[in-house]
């Protein structure tokens, strides 16, 4: 029979160990600086992802309803209380509904991770197709849009571009850009390997402080970028200037190599961290 509710471990001075004992330092000294250090790792990625976008501004609006509440709160004014109480449900669903498109942003940041990465990203030879293709499209001056499909689907601008779902090839990208073909005006996407579609439209960049240098292939790689987790790599028609889109932010006229390293933890690795601070000096 069994007697008592406590656990002893021997040790070899003799000593024991008692569970309640190790339960107890865990609570008092090992549980708090973890909340702490949780919490602040949760805040501080947090705020790496508010500080990307407007949605900024909700969260400083939000401190200064809180710091009104405290303050209506403590001087016990009931009228402004009331007043706060009865509008914030109205208000957060308002806010929800303004910053949607910055909320929708978030959310895909949340879901960029690697683990999260799906389907078979284009092997390093197809990489290099890609880039010879890029080169030659750049020394000629012909215009090109190439995204590269992440997380999130491009399924609606499939649907409504012309599906290929091609091997992909350098011959192949040179035959849709080039000049009087019926879709070299649109934008390819590459999807697991493979070219999926040509001839597509992305969504132009509501950007307020681009360049006027740029062109619509630009803006159009930040708008996708925008609203998706894609890579985009142009070639401008003008310059030969070769770019990358990602994360809302355009790095212009990039050396092959340079853009060779970013496609591979871009894309290969799912690493977005080399991406830090957007280049938009135009030529």
């Known amino acids: 029979m069994l007697c008592g509710s406590s656990t002893h471990y021997g040790k070899a001075d003799g000593q024991t160990v008692n569970l309640s004992d190790l339960l107890s330092f865990f609570d008092h000294w090992v549980r708090p600086p973890l909340d702490i250090l949780l919490l602040a790792w949760l805040l501080y990625k947090t705020y790496k992802l508010l500080i990307k976008t407007q949605a900024i501004q909700l969260v400083r609006g939000g401190v200064l309803l ?6 209506a709160y403590f001087l016990n004014l ?7 109480n009865l509008l914030a449900p109205g208000l957060v669903i308002a806010l929800a509904i303004i910053f949607q498109p910055e909320l929708r942003k978030i959310f895909i940041k949340l879901g960029q991770g690697r683990f999260f990465m799906r389907g078979r990203n284009p092997r390093a030879g197809q990489i290099e197709a890609i880039l010879h293709a890029a080169e030659i499209l750049a020394e000629k001056r012909r215009g090109a849009l190439i995204a590269f499909s992440r997380y999130v689907s491009l399924d609606e601008l499939i649907e409504r571009a012309t599906v290929l779902d091609s091997e992909l090839s350098s011959s192949l990208l040179l035959s849709i850009f080039e000049f009087d073909t019926p879709l070299h ?15 597509c439209f992305f969504p132009l960049s509501q950007q307020k402080d681009i360049k006027q240098s740029f062109g619509s ?4 790689a930040l708008g996708l970028t925008e609203e998706a987790d894609a890579v985009v790599l142009v070639v401008s028609e003008e310059t030969g200037a070769l770019s990358l889109a ?11 190599g340079v853009i060779r390293k970013r496609l591979v933890q871009l894309i290969e690795d799912g690493d977005a961290s080399i991406l830090k601070d957007g280049n938009y000096d135009a030529e």
């Open 78 to 84: 009931s009228t402004l209380l009331w007043i706060l």
């Open 185 to 199: 005006d649109g934008g390819v996407i590459i999807r697991n390997g493979r070219i999926v579609a040509a001839g």
């Open 246 to 256: 990602y994360d809302a932010k355009l790095y212009y006229n990039l050396e092959v």
């Open 66 to 71: 809180a710091v009104v509440y405290a303050v």
């Open 217 to 220: 292939r630009h803006r159009a």
